[in-house]
């Protein structure tokens, strides 16, 4: 995502709240990101838990890791009562394009908000950075920055390749996951490269209740790994891939029921960062 300051006009119904936004060192932010990064990470997905040894990895700060931009710089959200509530990493690439004229961005880095209003403010803050007319931000696909803007064309965004997700053990995968709506489901999986996954599997869900085992009865719907992995985060639907040809239905309306629960509320996104896949 590509904003142009100027052009970044907040609603007047934009709530910032009352908190404060302090610039913080290393030292004294990574408490603070640790905190609210893992609060965050509880209501998103794709975002994957992070032992010190990731954090290391995200804080990496030499001078051949910037690109040419400044130092990170860690922006830390505060509330009335001085909690950490939301925090953004960023840099600022001084440069000028072709003709001379000021391209200067500031690139954040990541940026993690636990309420509207400190999303909002953080948003804010880094709009009003002074003599840099350009803020480059790698979001999610349903990022929520041009809802709150007079113009949200002023957010530029191309979809780029991120996030990839490979499912090892099909059955631990889907019975560790919730989904959106009740289901009952027969999934032939065929898997080349993992030919333990290979087979049928029942997939009963309702509510927190998850259960995915082998089972010898006619299936609903046949597919491969691939599209399983596309679909696991709730992004990609599979209704969507049937449409592609790649999901075959064998129950009248078993697709529909299963692209409906496999879905949800928000696109995933990968806040980057060092992490491992869990299944």
């Known amino acids: 995502m590509r904003c142009e300051e100027r052009s970044m006009h907040f609603r007047p119904s934009t709530d910032f709240g009352h908190g404060s936004i302090r610039l913080l060192s290393r030292d004294e932010a990574r408490p603070h990101l640790e905190k609210v990064y893992e609060q965050v990470r509880l209501g998103m997905v794709g975002w994957p838990d992070r032992a010190d040894r990731f954090w290391d990895g995200r804080l990496f700060d030499e001078p051949q890791a910037r690109g040419g931009a400044t130092a990170l710089r860690y922006a ?7 909690q950490a509530t939301g925090y953004a990493l960023y840099r600022i690439k001084s440069e000028r394009d072709i ?6 961005a500031v690139q954040v880095v990541e940026l993690a908000a636990a309420s509207q209003q400190a999303y909002a403010a953080l948003w804010r803050f880094l709009a009003g950075i002074d003599l840099v007319p350009w803020i480059e931000y790698e979001g999610a696909v349903d990022e929520p920055l041009p809802h709150l803007l007079t113009d949200p ?5 191309v979809e780029v390749d991120r996030l990839w997700v490979r499912l090892v ?3 631990r995968a889907l019975a560790g996951r919730r989904y959106a709506t009740p289901l009952d489901v ?3 999986v065929r898997d080349s490269f993992c030919p333990w996954n290979t087979g049928r599997f029942r997939l009963q869900a309702d509510g927190d209740t998850v259960d995915c085992e082998r089972t010898g009865s006619s299936p609903d719907l ?9 679909a696991f985060l709730g992004g990609t639907t599979l209704a969507s891939l049937a449409a592609a040809g790649r999901v075959q239905e064998f129950r009248p309306g078993a697709l529909t029921h299963a692209s409906m629960a496999f879905r949800g509320s928000r696109e995933p996104f990968y806040p980057g960062g060092w992490a491992f896949p869990a299944y």
């Open 222 to 230: 046949c597919l491969t790994s691939a599209e399983l992995g596309a």
């Open 169 to 171: 053990d099909v059955d």
């Open 153 to 157: 064309r002023a957010a530029r965004s």
């Open 99 to 104: 003709f001379g004229v000021n391209a200067s």
């Open 186 to 188: 027969v999934l032939d």
């Open 76 to 82: 830390v959200h505060q509330d009335p009562d001085d």
